[in-house]
Each structure stands twice: as structure tokens, then as C-alpha cells.
């Protein structure tokens, strides 16, 4: 059989109000602020033990052209053991990346032992998170997409980030302090999570000893052959994740030592980074649009459809697919709730066929040669709130 069959249409009968997404302000002098730095406290940081520039934590501005900017901030935290900053490969390279991507991005250069103990450059991060939410209208980012992405000390940062924050003082004299400091999402590369792994008492808990079900969604990168922060941190920090009932996804690749940032010259190992894109896309963290709850059912020749997956694919790139799986019990019947259903927009929908019945369950007959594709010739239109939509393809 032939796995692609689309395109067809039979019927697609959907609410006819579609109310398109309004595009984030940008402002016009927005790309003044690329390339620049600014110290998170200009009247000097608080706890500072001199004058020195590494005393005066500060973010460099790094904007994705105009026409490719989707609003999401990333605060970039480079690595280093809490000694030094690997700012090129985990700071500008990262980076430059995301603004490829249509991502600002915003280096972190927070302070550093031993002059400073490890409380402070935590302040520094969570000072950062205010600092980008406050100017959000400035660099052109909603405020409500400010993310952190850190390598190694600074995936540390990132993840202590997450699971300590407040909602900022309303009351303070300075705006800043007024600005929320939980990160919207965190990506901790190969983070340090659990001071007991290294083999020797620290007095201090894991992070993972602090996840709760507010702690932001996340997305973890390790490698199986780490001998400097062995995969268990990422492991013990997803499982508290996953306990909490926060989305998570985890990949531990099986080759890489530490401390290999975007790993260029690593085939497989770069591959985090499209898989970092395609998680942020289907999180819904590349817009600022609503997801919509959608339901109804699908035929396939008339019958319903016996197991396969029903797939919202978004017109614009920055809006997340939408998938509902159906299998036997199902008959033809989806739901997607608003928090796992597409944004407001224009969708193909594609219909993937994997089964067409067990005549007879426990023999192991085989009901079709492969998966089958069918695809609707016109495309759909998703509206604000609550969609009933009924799918009817045909394989003819």
C-alpha cells in the first residue's frame, strides 16, 4: 500500500469564527539595544566585594532580526564550575542560535567564587528574570515567555531559578524588584543538581528536593558519558518533575563528555538543539496565543476511524501541533482539552491510520501492509475557546 494517500476531502465541518492573533508590539528602535550590555543594578549590586566588573553582574542584548522575532526571551547562564564563564561555546554561540530562530537572547554574567558564595550569583539570575520582564516592551518579548537556559554551574543557576522564586514586592521603590523573578520555562544542559553525587557532604540539598508542581516546564539535556556531572543530576530532576506533574522531557544521549555546549562537531549530539526547538513550538512557548480545547470525530470511508492519530499541523511555524491519539475503544472519537489543543489559526489536518479492525485479536493477522497518511485538501480554521469539529477522509 501506498503510506501517503493525502490529498482528500470528504468533510470538515468546523465554527465558522476565526479571530486572528494580534502581532506582539515591536518596537522601532528595538534593534539599539542588540549587541549591548547593562548591569542588572546600574547603582552597583547589591553584596558586591569591590568595584571590578566581575563584581557588577550584567546581561549583553542579543535580538533576532525583525521579521523572524516570535517574542520568547531566553537568559543564557554559561557554565564554568562557579570559577570562570564559558561565554563563547555556552554564551554568544548559544546565543546567535536562538536568534536564528526568531529568539532574544540574553547572556548572563553573574558573579563568581570565591569572592562570592553561591547564594549571590543565584540572586544575580533571579535579578535577571525581573530585569528582562520589566524592559520586555523595550527589547521586544512578552513578558510572559522569559525562559533560562544554562550550562553545567549555570544549568545549576537555571534550575535554582525555577524552584525559587516569588512574585515580586508590588511596594518596591525600584520597578524591577516589582517584576515577578519565576522563569517561564527552564533548559538545564548537563546541570550540577545534586551536591551528594559528587561524593562528598556539602550540608546542602539536591534541587531536585525542591520541585513542586509551580516549578516551571522543563527540558533537560545530559550525556551517558559525563564523568564530571554524571546523568543521574538530569535523572534525579526529571523524576521530581515528574512527580510534581510538571511537563518535562528528558534527553540523555549516549556519547559526549561535559561541558560540549552546542557540540558542533557532534552529529548526533547537536540534535538537542532542533529537539529543543520542536519542545518549545509544541509547549506553546513561541506565542502568546490561547490554545483551544477541540472535539469531535473521525471517519475513514465512513467508518470510524479504528486506531491512529489525528494531526493539527499549524500554518504558522510558531504555533504548536496539536495531536489526539484514538485507538479501538475510542470509535472515531477525540477530545483534545484547551491545554494540550491548538492555538487560534489555520491548520492542516492530517489523519494517520496504523489499524483497520481485529477480526480476530488473538491470531497476530495482520489488518494493513503499512501506515496510511490522509491528508484534508483544505485547511481549517481553529477558534478562541471550545471547536467541534467532525473529520471524514476517504482512502479511495
Not at 92 to 106: K, T
Not at 170 to 181: C, G, H, L, W
Not at 268 to 275: A, T
Not at 313 to 322: N, R
Amino acid at each position: 500500500m501506498n503510506n501517503d494517500r493525502g490529498p482528500f476531502l470528504i468533510a470538515a465541518l468546523a465554527a465558522a469564527l476565526f479571530v486572528s492573533s494580534s502581532v506582539l508590539g515591536f518596537p522601532a528602535d528595538v534593534a539599539r539595544h542588540h549587541d549591548q550590555a547593562y548591569l542588572l543594578w546600574p547603582g552597583g549590586a547589591p553584596e558586591a566585594a569591590g568595584s571590578e566588573d566581575v563584581d557588577q553582574p550584567q546581561l549583553t542584548v542579543h535580538l533576532p532580526d525583525r521579521a523572524d522575532a516570535n517574542g520568547t526571551a531566553v537568559i543564557v547562564t554559561p557554565g564554568g564550575g562557579f570559577r570562570i564563564l564559558a561565554s563563547d561555546h555556552e554564551g554568544l554561540q548559544v546565543a546567535r542560535w536562538l536568534n536564528r530562530h526568531g529568539i532574544a537572547a540574553f547572556v548572563l554574567r553573574y558573579r563568581l567564587g570565591p569572592r562570592y558564595e553561591r547564594e549571590v550569583p543565584l540572586g544575580d539570575a533571579q535579578r535577571a528574570v525581573r530585569y528582562v520582564r520589566h524592559r520586555a516592551a523595550d527589547f521586544g518579548v512578552s513578558p510572559s515567555r522569559v525562559g533560562m537556559l544554562g550550562f553545567s554551574a549555570g544549568g545549576n543557576l537555571t534550575a535554582a531559578a525555577g524552584t525559587s522564586f516569588d512574585p515580586g514586592d508590588p511596594a518596591a521603590e525600584d520597578p524591577v524588584e516589582r517584576q515577578s523573578n519565576r522563569p517561564d520555562f527552564l533548559v538545564p544542559i548537563y546541570p550540577v543538581i545534586a551536591p551528594d553525587l559528587f561524593g562528598r557532604e556539602t550540608g546542602r540539598k539536591g534541587l531536585e528536593t525542591a520541585v513542586t508542581s509551580e516549578t516551571p516546564p522543563t527540558f533537560l539535556v545530559h550525556t551517558h558519558q559525563d564523568g564530571s556531572v554524571v546523568p543521574e543530576h538530569s535523572i534525579r530532576f526529571y523524576q521530581a518533575l515528574h512527580r510534581a506533574g510538571v511537563p518535562a522531557e528528558l534527553h540523555v544521549f549516549a556519547h559526549g563528555p561535559h561541558g560540549t555546549g552546542m557540540a558542533p562537531g557532534d552529529p548526533e549530539l547537536s540534535q538537542w538543539q532542533p529537539l529543543l526547538l520542536r519542545w518549545l513550538r509544541r509547549s506553546a512557548l513561541l506565542t502568546d496565543l490561547e490554545r483551544a480545547a477541540v472535539s469531535g470525530q473521525v471517519t475513514v470511508d465512513g467508518k470510524p476511524l479504528y486506531w491512529g492519530w489525528l494531526t493539527f499541523v499549524p500554518e504558522d511555524e510558531s504555533l504548536p501541533t496539536a495531536v489526539a491519539y484514538l485507538d479501538w475503544h475510542d470509535q472515531g472519537a477525540y477530545e483534545l482539552p484547551a491545554g494540550a489543543g491548538p492555538c487560534p489559526g489555520r491548520y492542516q489536518v492530517e489523519v494517520h491510520r496504523v489499524a483497520t479492525d481485529f477480526s480476530a485479536q488473538q491470531s497476530g493477522a495482520y489488518s494493513m501492509d503499512d501506515s496510511e497518511r490522509l491528508v484534508l485538501s483544505e485547511k481549517i480554521e481553529i477558534q478562541p475557546s471550545t471547536n467541534a469539529i467532525r473529520m471524514a477522509v476517504t482512502s479511495r
